[in-house]
Nanobody
Framework: QVQLVESGGGLVQAGGSLRLSCAASGRTVETYVMGWFRQAPGKERDFLAITTWSFGRTDYADSVKDRFTISIDNAKATVYLEMKNLKPEDTAIYYC???????????????WGQGTQVTVSS
């Protein structure tokens, strides 16, 4: 069993930055692939970024790869999503997730956090 708790969301002006955190716990959390997703009202859940606890491998959605950075602090068992140059269209609930497979498909992730709201004003 894995527990994920996101934090760091909030209201920010366009062009601003935020850092989201996802605190992970569980006996084998380090064996999971970690992803960040977001879901805007009335839209599907979209992949943003993915990483692993070891090897340092990362991948991003094209829409955010120049603005978002995913990272892991193994000592704190926390996954971060650094977001810069935020735009109003980035407004959504942001989720972190843990899964067995290195995939962008949200349907293949097993554990999800509760989500954190990010609102970008114009």
């Amino acid at each position: 069993q894995v527990q994920l708790v996101e934090s760091g969301g909030g209201l920010v002006q366009a062009g601003g930055s935020l850092r989201l955190s996802c605190a992970a716990s569980g006996r084998t959390v380090e064996t999971y692939v970690m992803g960040w997703f977001r879901q805007a009202p009335g839209k599907e859940r979209d992949f943003l970024a993915i990483t692993t606890w070891s090897f340092g491998r990362t991948d991003y959605a094209d829409s955010v790869k120049d603005r978002f950075t995913i990272s892991i602090d193994n000592a704190k068992a926390t996954v971060y999503l650094e977001m810069k140059n935020l735009k109003p269209e980035d407004t959504a609930i942001y989720y972190c997730a843990a899964g067995f497979y290195y995939t962008r498909d949200h349907g293949r992730y097993h554990y999800w956090g509760q989500g954190t709201q990010v609102t970008v004003s114009s």
